[in-house]
């Protein structure tokens, strides 16, 4: 949130310095939040939280955005939005903000070696709680798996199969095909899947959907060429 912080001016930025002053005691719970209850929790309000809180506002979702700049969240609560500051890290803030009662908790900050320690301790603290993290790539979602969050993306491999896609579907690919091979390479990671050998006894192990995607993309590509060829002998 470094470049976010930097439009915390004028108003924005004597707020900052106010709610600086004031945290550096305390993270006394505010009197708007006391018993909410139904809402999720967005940790971080760089790019990414903002698109979280823009889609849950749209649906009506109530929401608690918490940030550890002071002039992003200035500049959120100059702009009547219910953005606080504080350290998802700490037991006291979360607590503040009805992490007990919540619906999820989202973490949308950059991830760095606190981000897994710290899920650990939300998640250990609040159970019940449904955690969904933001990755840098897939084995930091796996790590995140394996902590037992709700949901885990990894923003580089996500990005670049919706761009994929994107491409498949301007190239004329079927979009049922395109969403086929996204979706097995969401499951299997980078790069298809081979085909499992046969098991035991004779029994055949299903073939993988990505690979029959790409092997009927390739036959159609190869009919065409012959097509292609034909026409310029005929």
Same mark, same amino acid.
């Given at each position: 949130?470094?470049?976010?912080?930097?439009?915390?001016?004028?108003?924005?930025?004597?707020?900052?310095?106010?709610?600086?002053?004031r945290?550096?005691?305390?993270?006394?719970?505010?009197?708007?939040?006391?018993?909410?209850?139904?809402?999720?929790?967005?940790?971080?309000?760089?790019?990414?939280?903002r +698109?979280?809180?823009?889609?849950?506002?749209?649906a009506?979702?109530?929401?608690?955005?918490?940030?550890?700049d002071?002039s992003?969240?200035?500049?959120?609560?100059?702009?009547?939005?219910?953005?606080?500051?504080?350290?998802?890290?700490?037991?006291?803030?979360l607590?503040?903000v009805?992490?007990?009662?919540?619906?999820?908790? *989202?973490?949308?900050?950059?991830?760095?070696?606190?981000?897994a320690?710290?899920?650990?301790s939300?998640?250990?603290?609040?159970?019940?709680?449904d955690?969904?993290?933001?990755?840098?790539?897939?084995?930091?979602?796996?790590?995140m798996?394996?902590?037992? *969050?709700?949901?885990?993306?990894?923003?580089?491999e996500?990005?670049?199969?919706?761009?994929?896609q994107?491409?498949?579907?301007?190239?004329?690919?079927?979009?049922?095909?395109?969403?086929?091979?996204?979706?097995?390479? &969401?499951?299997?990671?980078?790069?298809?899947?081979? *085909?499992?050998?046969?098991?035991?006894?004779? +029994?055949?192990?299903?073939e993988?959907?990505?690979?029959?995607a790409?092997?009927?993309?390739?036959? &159609?590509?190869?009919?065409?060429?012959?097509?292609?060829?034909?026409?310029?002998?005929?």
């Amino acid at each position: 949130t470094g470049a976010d912080g930097a439009r915390g001016i004028g108003r924005a930025g004597r707020l900052a310095r106010r709610i600086d002053q004031r945290q550096s005691h305390s993270q006394s719970v505010p009197q708007e939040l006391l018993g909410i209850s139904d809402h999720v929790i967005v940790c971080g309000y760089g790019r990414f939280g903002r +698109t979280i809180c823009k889609l849950l506002d749209g649906a009506g979702v109530r929401y608690v955005a918490v940030d550890l700049d002071a002039s992003v969240v200035a500049q959120a609560r100059a702009d009547g939005k219910p953005v606080y500051h504080g350290d998802m890290r700490r037991q006291a803030l979360l607590h503040g903000v009805g992490a007990e009662r919540a619906r999820a908790l *989202v973490v949308t900050m950059d991830a760095d070696d606190h981000i897994a320690p710290a899920v650990q301790s939300i998640h250990w603290h609040f159970p019940d709680l449904d955690i969904f993290v933001r990755c840098l790539d897939a084995s930091q979602a796996a790590l995140m798996d394996q902590l037992g *969050v709700k949901g885990a993306v990894p923003e580089i491999e996500e990005a670049s199969l919706q761009l994929g896609q994107s491409v498949l579907d301007h190239c004329g690919v079927p979009h049922q095909e395109s969403l086929a091979l996204t979706a097995g390479l &969401r499951r299997g990671g980078i790069g298809p899947r081979p *085909v499992a050998p046969v098991g035991q006894g004779g +029994t055949s192990v299903p073939e993988d959907p990505v690979v029959a995607a790409s092997e009927e993309l390739d036959r &159609r590509a190869a009919e065409s060429e012959m097509a292609e060829e034909e026409d310029l002998t005929d």
